[in-house]
Nanobody
């Protein structure tokens, strides 16, 4: 069972940037589908971005052009580069790994964007 640990969260002013990392305790395979999700207070967890085998990606409309998801399988790590942050990006950010029918979640890292 792979465990995921997010890092890189924090407090940033609107317009700023942050880079999240998601480190896996075991090997990441190219067939694994990985993604970032977020949950703001009082709201449901929502997809931010996903990255598939071969490197194809999908993004939520709200982050397109501002966020970039990437992965380094050799380092067993996934990243989320977040630019032009907005107060509405404030949330607990989770990384996710799907391998076949099994899914694994990290514990989350908080992003707070001040106006």
């Amino acid at each position: 069972q792979v465990e995921l640990v997010e890092s890189g969260g924090g407090l940033v002013q609107a317009g700023g940037s942050l880079r999240l990392s998601c480190a896996a305790s075991g090997r990441i395979f190219s067939i694994d589908v990985m993604g970032w999700y977020r949950q703001a207070p009082g709201k449901q967890r929502e997809l931010v971005a996903r990255i598939f085998s071969g490197g194809s990606t999908v993004y939520a409309d709200s982050v397109k052009g501002r966020f970039t998801i990437s992965r380094d399988n050799a380092k067993n790590t996934m990243y989320l580069q977040m630019n032009s942050l907005k107060p509405e990006d404030t949330a607990l950010y989770y990384c996710n790994l799907n391998r076949g029918a099994a899914g694994t979640w990290g514990q989350g890292t908080q992003i707070s964007v001040s106006s």
